[in-house]
């Protein structure tokens, strides 16, 4: 995924920027990084943030930066933010999303005389030096924010710091959010609203989906209108998003507990307690506890002291590793006792299957698994959602392509309904081979009114394929 915050203020910057930015940690694993501009110009540092947190990467750098702008990144992929030189002037440029017609675009530019662009250590063009090559396209910068929007098949957000202001767009569609905060001399701009609360900033509002913005210590200013559209992503609440933040008016918090108390209203199982994996399926257990009275318990602890967020390895299977030492258990809460467990999805199923295995290994009886999403069958078009290069890392879609054969494209509208035969037996087949002693996904219906907005304003392809 990624994350951003922005500040800009009549007074030095760096303190919020880097705090801000250090609250996007959950949003990305590889790399973070901060641009400043002030009175000396430019400065800007990058480092990687695979072996150790954000804030002691960048606590030296912070001591050593000033300015009265500042444009803070974390990313999953590319070393951001850029510094760019064009016809445009100075700006540094850090952005959110996923290009799909990418090899495409780079055709375009190099025909437009483009002459390189600088590879990654893993040998892909940075996407965020091409979001800068097409914005060059244009005569001013607005123009060109607008040129990229409608040139990126997929989504992207960008924000371009340059000396006269931080200019903001938010994507074409507004799969990710874009919060303003406001206080005494000074604008930030989030992804998380919350990371900007404890910084003394308020609430201001939200960009609508294509909506661009100048934001100076003075002012946000509307460059261009909001679109009418939207499709906003529904994995932020179920579980991207920090359990303090809100999107579109709506608690992430509240929605998983939502989220939970429905998934219970659907269950006829009778364990001796409930648990959520940490840490985006506790709220959503805590709904499901107290909407059914089966009494919420943590069987097992995670421990975060020294394995924060954003130290996890870029290799699946050391992350899947990873994952399963994190976890301590409590035996006193797990012998002999029926467990039901609730996580926010099943991806591809390792890591939830190594979670089942350690329960029963750890003396449980039965391990229920609840899921706050339904099945994700189709692989993300639009956010950098997963690591996986084919649908067919998706457990589901493997499932479905073991009981149909070659003709699996055919049913995959069947394997969405859960009122089909085809849905129910993929999912005792999924339960089955993760050794579950049962499984019941969420329903979209159910997940959408736990969000409770216009189910028009979400986007929900992963789940039906639905654009």
């Known amino acids: 995924m990624g994350g951003f915050f922005a500040v800009s203020s009549k007074e030095d910057c760096v303190f919020d920027l880097f705090f801000g930015t250090d609250y996007h940690s959950h949003l990305g694993t590889r790399r973070g990084g901060l641009a400043v501009y002030g009175k000396d110009g430019f400065n800007r540092s990058i480092h990687n943030i695979e072996n150790s947190p954000f804030r002691t990467k960048f606590e030296k750098d912070i001591n050593e930066m000033t300015g009265t702008m500042g444009l803070g990144c974390i990313s999953d992929y590319e070393p951001q933010p850029l510094l760019v030189r064009s016809h445009h002037g100075t700006y540094a440029i850090a952005t ?11 055709k375009k530019i190099f025909k437009a005389g483009n002459t390189h662009f600088l590879e990654m250590s893993g040998g892909d063009i940075n996407a965020t030096e091409l979001v800068a090559a097409i914005i060059n396209q244009k005569e001013n910068l607005v123009e060109g924010l607008q040129f990229a929007q409608e ?4 989504s992207m957000t960008m924000l371009c710091m340059t000396p006269k202001g931080i200019f903001i ?28 609360l ?38 932020l609440w179920v579980y991207y998003g920090y359990p303090s933040s809100s999107y579109e008016g709506v608690s992430v918090e509240q929605m998983r507990y939502k ?25 959503h257990a805590i709904g499901y506890a107290n909407a059914s009275g089966i009494p919420f318990s943590r069987p097992f602890i995670k421990y975060t002291p020294t394995w924060p967020r954003s130290f996890m390895p870029t290799i699946q299977s050391q992350r899947n590793l990873i994952a399963k030492m994190k976890l301590i258990p409590i035996h ?62 998706l457990i589901a879609r493997r499932v479905i392509k073991r009981l149909e054969g ?19 037996e ?32 979400l986007c929900t392809y992963c789940w039906n394929g639905k654009e």
């Open 96 to 106: 959110v999303g996923k290009i799909n017609n990418m090899d495409e675009i780079v």
């Open 259 to 283: 989220c939970g108390e429905l998934l219970a209203g659907r269950d006829d199982a009778q364990p001796d307690t409930v648990a959520g994996v940490p840490d985006s399926g506790i709220a």
């Open 406 to 424: 070659n003709d699996s494209e055919k049913y995959l509208a069947e394997y969405t309904d859960p009122q089909t035969d085809r849905y129910q």
């Open 169 to 196: 767009a938010r994507d074409r569609l507004g799969r990710t959010p874009v919060i303003l905060g406001k206080k005494d001399g000074a604008y930030c701009a989030s992804f998380e609203s919350f990371a900007y």
């Open 332 to 393: 006193e809460l797990i012998k002999k006792k029926k467990l039901l467990l609730i996580d926010d999805s099943i991806v591809r199923g390792t890591q939830l299957r190594e979670t089942t295995e350690f329960l029963y290994q750890s003396g449980a009886r039965e391990v229920h698994i609840r899921t706050a999403c339904p099945p994700i069958i189709y692989g993300c078009k639009y956010l950098n959602f997963s690591r996986s290069t084919s649908e067919m890392d």
């Open 198 to 235: 404890n910084l003394g900033y308020q609430d201001y509002r939200e960009l609508g989906p294509g909506e661009i913005v100048v934001m100076t210590p003075e002012a946000v200013t509307t460059l261009v209108n909001p679109g009418s559209d939207i499709k906003i992503c529904t994995f």
């Open 151 to 154: 040139l990126i098949e997929g």
């Open 426 to 457: 993929m999912t005792k087949t999924i339960g089955r081979e993760l050794n579950f002693s049962s499984l019941l996904y969420h329903r979209l219906d159910d997940m959408i009114e736990s969000v409770g907005i216009d189910p028009c304003k």
